[in-house]
């Protein structure tokens, strides 16, 4: 008998993004068995983070240190506090888990990463600066980390230790696996079942067929599901559409794939997971329709420079602090105020070759933005 039919996996992941790759790299690590599952093909493999620019949360590391910047475990606590709030019953984990971060991220994160081979750019970044208030939404210092190699950089170590793992028999991968259910016994998740889809050809990204062809149900004393959110289900996102950032618009571009579609959200919730803060999404406003697309409606988000005049469609200029990479969330509530789901930048062409220079993929939803250049 081959491997494939005698192989008995200790833990089942279902996604093969930097979540599903992260856990199995860990759990072969100490010699078990691991099985990977994902309804994309292998193209995909490393998921929407393969797309990202590839920005990694580090504090007090030895950029910031370089570059000047004082930064420690307490202000990153208080940051985290004022942005995420904290302020229902169900932040009793999400709580325990920012704290653990933390901790990680100013401790053995850097050394981590390193030993992955994951090389980071000498500067750093200062991304969703905020509100401007010391205790309210946003990073009070520069944290965004950007790897060598952006989000490809990120995932190439762990798609390589999967492999290595394969080769040594503690790991299968298969694609086109479409989980659908998670069976339960006494209580406990003891089996996954779903749908085998017909393989496609299509480039890494392009959305690929939903043929099925068969069915499948395999078994483990521990699943993990790593399936990434809804980004890319406009159903779902307008579902649970916070009411604190008005009606949903009726237009958006989407900055991940089709197959970041959020199903297996629902499918663990009918097995009895609790769901918490479906309210809490994050969304981008500068976003443009991608001239070239290889997923539907596909967008990329824009980093901007402080140069480029931002107006709402009415061709009144955003206050302080809705700036290029401050405070998203209230850009997004102002320009939904406005009554119109665009807003404008204007520069020259002087400006757009120093400020935009590269057009950065973002990970998730993000509204539409329109560009007037000045010859």
Known sequence: MNIEETFQPDTIIIGTGLAGLTAAMEITNAGKKVLLL???????????????????????????????????????????????????KEDYWPRKWAEAYLKFAVGEKYEYISKLGIKLMFMVGWAERGDGSATGHGN??????????????????????????????????????????????NGNVKSVKGDILENDDKERGAETNRNIISQFEYTASNIII????????????????????????????????????GKMIGIAENAGADIINRDRMWHYTEGLQNWNPIWPNHGIRILPGPSSLWFDAKGKRLPAPFLPGFDTLGTLKYIQETGFSYS??????????????FPVLSRIRILRIKIILFF
């Open 38 to 88: 994902d309804q994309e093909t292998e193209e995909n493999i490393g998921g929407q983070a393969f797309w990202s620019f590839g920005g990694l949360f580090l504090i007090n590391s030895p950029q910031q240190r370089r570059m000047g910047i004082k930064d420690s475990y307490e202000l990153a606590l208080q940051d985290w506090k004022g942005t995420a709030g904290f302020d229902r």
């Open 226 to 261: 790593a399936s990434g959110g809804i980004g890319a289900n406009h159903e779902l996102v307008k579902k649970n559409w916070p009411e604190r950032l008005g009606k949903a618009p009726e237009n958006m571009v989407c900055g991940v794939p089709a197959y970041v579609d």
């Open 344 to 357: 404008w930048f204007i520069l020259t062409q002087k400006i757009i070759k120093k400020n935009l220079p």
């Open 140 to 185: 009070s210092v520069p944290r965004f980390h950007v790897s060598w190699g952006t989000g490809t950089g990120v995932i190439r170590p762990f798609v390589e230790k999967a492999y290595q793992a394969k080769e040594k028999g503690l790991l299968q991968m298969k694609f086109r696996r479409r989980v659908t259910e998670l069976i339960l016994e």
